[in-house]
Protein backbone atom coordinates (compact mmCIF):
# COMPACT_ATOMS: atom_id res chain seq x y z
CA UNK A 1 0.00 0.00 0.00
CA UNK A 2 1.61 3.23 -1.43
CA UNK A 3 -0.47 5.36 0.80
CA UNK A 4 -3.05 3.97 3.12
CA UNK A 5 -5.02 4.89 6.36
CA UNK A 6 -5.52 3.44 9.78
CA UNK A 7 -8.94 4.39 9.97
CA UNK A 8 -10.17 2.25 6.96
CA UNK A 9 -10.54 -1.43 6.51
CA UNK A 10 -10.49 -3.58 3.59
CA UNK A 11 -11.92 -7.38 4.04
CA UNK A 12 -10.93 -10.07 1.08
CA UNK A 13 -12.22 -13.21 0.47
CA UNK A 14 -9.80 -15.48 -0.68
CA UNK A 15 -10.60 -18.82 -2.16
CA UNK A 16 -13.61 -18.64 0.33
CA UNK A 17 -11.70 -17.69 3.59
CA UNK A 18 -12.56 -13.92 5.16
CA UNK A 19 -9.51 -11.86 5.58
CA UNK A 20 -9.78 -7.68 7.07
CA UNK A 21 -7.11 -5.74 7.74
CA UNK A 22 -6.48 -1.86 7.90
CA UNK A 23 -5.04 -0.32 4.95
CA UNK A 24 -1.81 0.75 6.18
CA UNK A 25 1.04 2.59 4.52
CA UNK A 26 3.77 -0.02 3.48
CA UNK A 27 1.38 -2.92 4.12
CA UNK A 28 1.77 -6.04 1.59
CA UNK A 29 -0.85 -8.55 0.28
CA UNK A 30 0.41 -12.17 -0.68
CA UNK A 31 -1.19 -13.84 -2.72
CA UNK A 32 -0.09 -17.36 -4.17
CA UNK A 33 -0.41 -18.73 -7.43
CA UNK A 34 -3.40 -20.59 -8.54
CA UNK A 35 -5.36 -18.50 -5.59
CA UNK A 36 -8.33 -15.89 -7.04
CA UNK A 37 -9.88 -13.33 -5.19
CA UNK A 38 -13.82 -13.24 -4.79
CA UNK A 39 -14.44 -10.35 -6.35
CA UNK A 40 -18.16 -8.97 -6.08
CA UNK A 41 -19.49 -6.54 -8.76
CA UNK A 42 -21.00 -3.47 -6.96
CA UNK A 43 -22.21 -0.14 -8.04
CA UNK A 44 -23.24 2.81 -5.91
CA UNK A 45 -25.06 5.72 -6.40
CA UNK A 46 -24.55 8.89 -4.13
CA UNK A 47 -27.16 10.84 -3.48
CA UNK A 48 -26.32 14.87 -2.19
CA UNK A 49 -29.00 16.63 -0.81
CA UNK A 50 -28.91 20.35 -0.94
CA UNK A 51 -29.45 22.31 2.39
CA UNK A 52 -32.17 24.38 0.48
CA UNK A 53 -34.47 21.49 0.18
CA UNK A 54 -34.00 21.24 3.87
CA UNK A 55 -34.86 24.30 4.42
CA UNK A 56 -38.17 24.08 1.89
CA UNK A 57 -39.60 21.36 3.92
CA UNK A 58 -38.71 23.80 7.34
CA UNK A 59 -40.84 26.13 5.72
CA UNK A 60 -44.08 24.12 4.47
CA UNK A 61 -44.65 23.04 8.40
CA UNK A 62 -42.89 25.70 10.28
CA UNK A 63 -40.83 23.41 11.99
CA UNK A 64 -37.58 24.89 12.94
CA UNK A 65 -34.48 24.82 10.55
CA UNK A 66 -32.88 21.33 10.18
CA UNK A 67 -29.58 21.53 9.18
CA UNK A 68 -28.03 18.26 6.51
CA UNK A 69 -25.59 17.51 9.94
CA UNK A 70 -28.61 16.68 12.06
CA UNK A 71 -29.58 12.88 9.93
CA UNK A 72 -27.89 10.04 11.77
CA UNK A 73 -25.02 8.92 10.67
CA UNK A 74 -25.47 5.29 9.37
CA UNK A 75 -23.94 2.45 7.45
CA UNK A 76 -26.56 -0.58 6.01
CA UNK A 77 -30.18 1.60 6.45
CA UNK A 78 -32.90 -0.46 4.53
CA UNK A 79 -35.51 1.95 3.41
CA UNK A 80 -37.33 1.08 0.71
CA UNK A 81 -38.63 4.84 -0.65
CA UNK A 82 -35.00 6.15 -0.34
CA UNK A 83 -34.34 3.28 -2.40
CA UNK A 84 -37.13 4.02 -5.09
CA UNK A 85 -36.00 7.95 -5.00
CA UNK A 86 -32.48 6.83 -5.65
CA UNK A 87 -33.50 3.92 -8.91
CA UNK A 88 -35.65 6.79 -10.31
CA UNK A 89 -32.83 9.33 -10.36
CA UNK A 90 -30.62 6.41 -11.34
CA UNK A 91 -33.10 5.88 -14.46
CA UNK A 92 -32.90 9.49 -15.40
CA UNK A 93 -29.40 9.62 -15.77
CA UNK A 94 -29.21 6.58 -17.62
CA UNK A 95 -31.58 7.31 -19.59
CA UNK A 96 -32.23 11.00 -19.69
CA UNK A 97 -35.77 12.32 -20.76
CA UNK A 98 -36.80 15.58 -21.30
CA UNK A 99 -37.74 16.12 -18.11
CA UNK A 100 -34.80 15.65 -16.29
CA UNK A 101 -34.57 18.38 -14.28
CA UNK A 102 -37.79 18.47 -12.64
CA UNK A 103 -37.30 14.66 -11.74
CA UNK A 104 -34.26 15.55 -9.92
CA UNK A 105 -35.33 18.66 -8.27
CA UNK A 106 -38.51 16.92 -6.72
CA UNK A 107 -36.41 13.81 -5.89
CA UNK A 108 -34.56 16.05 -3.90
CA UNK A 109 -37.15 17.76 -1.82
CA UNK A 110 -38.73 14.01 -1.25
CA UNK A 111 -35.66 12.34 0.03
CA UNK A 112 -35.10 15.63 2.27
CA UNK A 113 -38.58 14.73 3.83
CA UNK A 114 -37.99 10.86 4.35
CA UNK A 115 -34.29 11.60 5.62
CA UNK A 116 -35.92 14.34 8.20
CA UNK A 117 -38.90 11.96 9.16
CA UNK A 118 -37.61 8.87 9.36
CA UNK A 119 -33.31 9.31 9.87
CA UNK A 120 -32.72 12.65 11.99
CA UNK A 121 -31.43 12.86 15.43
CA UNK A 122 -34.11 15.14 16.83
CA UNK A 123 -37.50 14.22 17.85
CA UNK A 124 -38.96 17.29 16.85
CA UNK A 125 -38.92 16.50 12.80
CA UNK A 126 -41.98 14.51 12.96
CA UNK A 127 -43.53 15.53 9.80
CA UNK A 128 -47.82 14.91 9.61
CA UNK A 129 -49.34 12.06 7.37
CA UNK A 130 -51.33 14.26 5.03
CA UNK A 131 -53.93 12.73 1.99
CA UNK A 132 -52.98 14.73 -0.83
CA UNK A 133 -55.66 17.16 -2.03
CA UNK A 134 -56.08 17.27 -5.46
CA UNK A 135 -55.16 20.87 -7.56
CA UNK A 136 -58.06 22.82 -8.19
CA UNK A 137 -59.25 23.51 -11.74
CA UNK A 138 -58.42 26.90 -11.49
CA UNK A 139 -54.81 26.30 -10.48
CA UNK A 140 -54.75 23.53 -12.91
CA UNK A 141 -55.88 25.29 -15.61
CA UNK A 142 -53.26 27.77 -14.65
CA UNK A 143 -50.18 25.38 -14.54
CA UNK A 144 -51.42 23.44 -17.64
CA UNK A 145 -51.19 26.72 -19.46
CA UNK A 146 -47.88 27.56 -18.11
CA UNK A 147 -46.13 24.27 -19.57
CA UNK A 148 -47.77 24.45 -23.10
CA UNK A 149 -46.60 28.12 -23.48
CA UNK A 150 -42.95 27.40 -21.94
CA UNK A 151 -42.46 23.58 -23.55
CA UNK A 152 -39.38 24.74 -25.40
CA UNK A 153 -38.01 26.54 -22.28
CA UNK A 154 -36.25 25.34 -19.46
CA UNK A 155 -38.93 24.40 -16.66
CA UNK A 156 -38.44 23.75 -13.21
CA UNK A 157 -41.09 22.31 -10.51
CA UNK A 158 -40.35 25.84 -8.47
CA UNK A 159 -41.75 27.67 -11.70
CA UNK A 160 -44.81 25.55 -11.57
CA UNK A 161 -45.57 25.81 -8.10
CA UNK A 162 -44.88 29.32 -8.48
CA UNK A 163 -48.07 29.91 -10.72
CA UNK A 164 -49.87 27.40 -8.61
CA UNK A 165 -49.36 29.91 -5.29
CA UNK A 166 -48.05 26.81 -3.48
CA UNK A 167 -44.86 25.31 -1.61
CA UNK A 168 -42.93 22.34 -4.11
CA UNK A 169 -44.08 20.15 -1.76
CA UNK A 170 -47.29 20.34 -1.35
CA UNK A 171 -47.58 21.51 -5.55
CA UNK A 172 -46.01 17.73 -6.60
CA UNK A 173 -48.48 16.09 -4.46
CA UNK A 174 -51.82 18.08 -5.40
CA UNK A 175 -50.40 17.75 -9.30
CA UNK A 176 -50.05 14.31 -8.91
CA UNK A 177 -53.57 13.10 -7.57
CA UNK A 178 -55.34 15.31 -10.04
CA UNK A 179 -53.32 14.94 -13.30
CA UNK A 180 -52.32 10.92 -11.94
CA UNK A 181 -48.62 11.35 -12.64
CA UNK A 182 -46.00 13.91 -11.03
CA UNK A 183 -45.41 16.89 -12.71
CA UNK A 184 -41.78 15.80 -14.37
CA UNK A 185 -43.53 12.88 -15.73
CA UNK A 186 -46.46 15.26 -17.06
CA UNK A 187 -43.81 17.94 -18.88
CA UNK A 188 -41.69 14.59 -20.28
CA UNK A 189 -44.94 13.07 -22.21
CA UNK A 190 -45.79 16.80 -22.99
CA UNK A 191 -42.40 17.23 -25.04
CA UNK A 192 -42.65 13.61 -26.23
CA UNK A 193 -46.22 14.77 -28.10
CA UNK A 194 -44.27 17.97 -29.15
CA UNK A 195 -41.34 16.01 -30.77
CA UNK A 196 -44.35 13.19 -32.56
CA UNK A 197 -46.16 16.37 -34.03
CA UNK A 198 -42.72 17.87 -35.47
CA UNK A 199 -41.50 14.75 -36.89
CA UNK A 200 -45.04 14.51 -38.49
CA UNK A 201 -44.00 17.78 -40.19
CA UNK A 202 -41.25 16.89 -41.70
CA UNK A 203 -39.56 19.92 -41.78
CA UNK A 204 -36.89 19.52 -39.01
CA UNK A 205 -34.24 16.79 -37.93
CA UNK A 206 -34.29 14.95 -35.32
CA UNK A 207 -31.33 16.31 -33.97
CA UNK A 208 -33.51 19.89 -33.66
CA UNK A 209 -36.44 18.34 -32.69
CA UNK A 210 -34.46 17.11 -29.71
CA UNK A 211 -33.18 20.69 -29.28
CA UNK A 212 -36.42 22.18 -29.47
CA UNK A 213 -38.51 19.52 -27.52
CA UNK A 214 -35.35 20.24 -24.53
CA UNK A 215 -33.49 16.61 -25.10
CA UNK A 216 -30.09 16.16 -24.14
CA UNK A 217 -29.61 15.14 -27.20
CA UNK A 218 -30.81 12.90 -30.70
CA UNK A 219 -30.26 9.73 -28.90
CA UNK A 220 -31.98 10.32 -25.74
CA UNK A 221 -35.09 11.84 -28.02
CA UNK A 222 -34.64 8.24 -29.79
CA UNK A 223 -34.00 6.31 -26.49
CA UNK A 224 -37.37 8.09 -25.01
CA UNK A 225 -39.42 8.12 -28.18
CA UNK A 226 -38.88 4.41 -28.35
CA UNK A 227 -39.92 3.41 -25.20
CA UNK A 228 -43.08 5.53 -25.20
CA UNK A 229 -44.26 4.09 -28.83
CA UNK A 230 -42.16 0.96 -29.43
CA UNK A 231 -40.47 2.61 -32.64
CA UNK A 232 -37.97 4.94 -32.97
CA UNK A 233 -38.06 8.49 -34.29
CA UNK A 234 -36.81 7.45 -37.95
CA UNK A 235 -39.40 4.38 -38.20
CA UNK A 236 -42.43 6.55 -37.23
CA UNK A 237 -41.57 9.28 -39.78
CA UNK A 238 -41.20 6.71 -42.44
CA UNK A 239 -44.64 5.29 -41.64
CA UNK A 240 -46.22 8.80 -42.40
CA UNK A 241 -44.69 8.80 -45.96
Not at 59 to 64: A, G, I
Not at 179 to 205: D, F, N
Not at 212 to 232: D, K, N, P
Request: charged residues 20%; proline residues 5%.
Amino acid sequence: MVRGSDEGLLTYKFAGSWQSTRPTTGSIHLRPIGVNSDEANMQALHLYVPTVAFARLMDDYNLPAVPGRSIRYSCGVQDELINQIGLSVLSEMMCPTAAGRILVETSSLLLAARLAHAHAETELIRLPILTPHRLDNVRLRRVLAYVEEHLAEHITVTDLANVACLSIFHFTRAFAAAMGVPPHRYVSQRRLESAKAMIATGRASLSEIALHCRFSSQSSLTRAFRRATGVTPAEYRRTLR
